[in-house]
């Protein structure tokens, strides 16, 4: 087995058995006998179980990045990929919060480790934003004169629904709250008349 799978099969049963027992109760003995390596193997690789729960999470961002992308690569129109690149991104926090059982307390206990680790998600994110408001601005159809601002207004608006999204606090339904998500995003960004005006990056 190859460095690369050997260090992915560490992490993939380390997830299993934080979500299982949890962080704290997961030992590196745990994690080296259930992935049938010895410690010295495991060791290896990590030095601390603290470097286990991090890469655990950061190839959580890594999937998750890789499905966003996707989003963005989908022939659509610049205000329908932005809605689905919305609740693509809230749809993957829930599924990694729900699929990772007791781990799950530890992304919020640790929130200055997971915000930490998702530097690289969110950047994507940042990126894959920001193409889209550009494919909308050549297309004719948004109307920004501040791009980076608004960027960062919709990652950080995007970042706090996470948990409301979660707990099933966002609108009614998805059916329901998704067209008006979209109908936002059309209002804030859709090319009105007005005097020309020079776009800042």
């Not at 829930?94 to 990772?100: D, L, Q």
């Not at 550009?134 to 970042?159: A, E």
Request: charged residues 30%; hydrophobic residues 40%; proline residues 2%.
């Amino acid at each position: 087995m190859g460095t690369s799978k050997t260090r992915d099969k560490l992490i993939e049963m380390a997830r299993h058995l934080f979500a299982k027992n949890g962080v704290e109760d997961t030992t590196m003995n745990d994690i080296a006998v259930a992935s049938g390596k010895g410690r010295r193997t495991l060791y290896t690789y990590f030095k601390s179980k603290d470097e286990v729960f991090y890469a655990v999470i950061e190839q959580e961002m890594t999937r998750m990045s890789q499905r966003l992308r996707l989003v963005a690569t989908k022939e659509l129109e610049p205000e329908d990929k932005l809605v689905q690149l919305i609740y693509a991104h809230l749809s993957l926090i829930k599924e990694a919060v729900v699929r990772n059982g007791n781990l799950r307390a530890e992304f919020f206990r640790n929130i200055w480790l997971v915000e930490k680790v998702r530097k690289v998600f969110d950047q994507t994110e940042i990126d894959l934003i920001q193409q889209i408001i550009m494919q909308g601005i050549r297309q004719g159809k948004f109307d920004v004169t501040n791009i980076r601002m608004s960027v960062d207004i919709l990652h950080y608006c995007i970042k706090g629904l996470e948990v409301p999204y979660i707990y099933g606090r966002l609108g009614n339904s998805i059916s329901i709250s998704r067209p008006m998500v979209k109908q936002v995003i059309h209002r804030a960004m859709a090319k009105i008349d007005r005097p020309d005006e020079k776009i800042e990056n």
